[in-house]
């Protein structure tokens, strides 16, 4: 609901700060007293296109921001959650334009784009202004509305879920086609590639393999030499560890008599000699490890250069040959098996698709009947409206397949005719501008329950009737303000006379004895209000038959 519209420099409005209040709020004033640099500035606080035009004569810039009442579930916390900004009880939405033409928006003093000012100005008011577009015509918004009428939010969720699976079956066949196509065509590559590997057979870890084993040949001479020298020395005749166990049994026998002396001597020497029984056995693995008759360097370079031209020629390390050679395979396979994926994915698809054909067309019906009852509930508006040759219809058309979405399959779109005879066309383009504030607001009564954008404004639905015309577009409005917040700017005393508040829209002096013109819009107390209504049947004059008919509509309407 929209608790308050500050104004600030704009055209001339110097300064101006209007409190609204729930039920249904009517803004009266004579011609040309600035009711629409206000229905303006609401729509600039909107998102509406900002012009230099708009800012006062002599003033920077212009700003206005209006405040409004929010509800726990309403749609705008969505639209501020997903932009990273808090919301609480109230939201403030604020524009300013300067001088030179430039426009800056707010919500909550968080600067945000215009494009996303007005997204939230649409998720909390509706601006119904003569000729101008309008929620109600603009053909997306039509399957939205009639889905609510019908309370068809729980087959629509369901209906949602079968389209998500369609698709994901969907894009995973096509998938499979693609890839199984890929291999098709590369199926000669493949195989010849597989042929080369297996022909290869490179094994994880084998390029370190081979690096290794290379520098042990590169030395192998030297190698061999120190090893064959180093066994020569430990391996002659009499070998070091024999000499060394005879000089620890010399020293053992005469040791006793030593009184210890010799005890650490003898020690060693037993050490000493199986250390070297455990060098000459090291030495011998190390020959064997080494295998240095195994094999030729120019036989181990051939097999590198072997598996580093077919990694080349694969954009490849030599380590992922192996596990190349496992892709070849899969994929090969996937060619033999590819007819039988492709059926079994084609079929998951199939069945998806026909699930949420069953599930669209249950809904097609729903919507079908759902569209008659709308066309009834409409017909019973129109003629205490003065359009007495007026119809309305809800067309259903089934989109093209390709077009189908998780909304269903059914284009919708409402139609009318104001005159008898004429062919039905779309809602923008069916009547003059009085007749069609008049069809909205048909449209709007019937809609009213389902509708969740909280505030709706009319500029001057009742244009060219009055009387009991004007008295019925007045009972409607406040039929409307039973769910909704209504402003309505007016110049029927019919309409004027069920408005639960009342402000009156003037022009007069700036202050400070300022020569410029500026707007004032004063809060009518009941004795104001019955002369505003009284002006508003009499003109100028005021007279005391206007102010007696001034009563009897005030008593009629309950006010």
Known sequence: MLLTLSIRDVVIVERLTIGFHPGLNVLTGETGAGKSILLDALGLALGARADSSLVRADKPQAS????????????????????????????????????????????????????????????????????????????????????????????????????????????????????????????????????????????????????????????????????????????????????????????????????????????????????????????????????????????????????RAVARKHGCEIRALAGLRNDFESQLQSIQQGDARIEEFRKAATDARLAFETEANALSKKRAKAGAALEKAIAKELAPLKLDGAAFKVVLREKPPEDWTKDGKDEIAFEAVTNKGQPFAPLARIASGGELSRFMLALQVVLAGQDSIPTLVFDEADSGIGGATAAAVGDRLLALAHDHQVLVVTHSPQVAARGQSHWRIAKGAGGNGAKMTTVAVEELAPGLRREEIARMLSGEEVTEEARAQADRLIEQAGR
């Open 64 to 307: 206005v921001s209006a405040v409004f009442e929010i509800g726990p579930d309403a749609a705008v916390r969505t639209l501020a959650s997903e932009h990273g900004i808090e919301l609480d009880d109230t939201v403030v939405l604020r524009r300013t334009v300067s001088a030179d033409g430039r426009s800056r928006a707010f919500v909550n003093d968080e600067p945000v784009s215009v494009g996303f000012l007005r997204q939230v100005g649409e998720s909390l008011v509706e601006i119904q202004v003569q000729s101008e577009s309008h929620a109600l015509l603009s053909a997306p918004n039509h399957r939205r509305l009639l889905d609510l009428y019908g309370g068809l939010q729980r087959p629509l969720d369901k209906l949602a879920t079968q389209y998500a699976t369609w698709q994901t079956a969907a894009a995973a066949l096509a998938e499979t086609e693609a890839v199984i196509a890929k291999a098709r065509a590369e199926e000669e590559f493949l195989r010849h590639a597989l042929d080369e590997l297996n022909a290869l057979e490179p094994h994880e870890g084998e390029e370190e393999e081979l690096n290794d084993r290379r520098t042990v040949l590169k030395y192998a001479e030297k190698l061999a030499e120190a090893l064959t020298a180093a066994q020569a020395e430990l391996a002659e005749e009499s070998s070091v560890s024999d000499r060394l166990r005879v000089a620890q049994r010399i020293l053992e026998r005469v040791s006793r008599n030593a009184a210890g002396a010799l005890d650490r001597v003898v020690d060693t020497l037993q050490r000493a000699a199986i250390e070297v029984d455990e060098a000459v056995e090291a030495l011998d693995q190390a020959t064997m490890a080494l295998d240095l008759k195994g094999g030729t360097l120019e036989t181990l370079e051939d097999r590198l250069f072997a598996l």
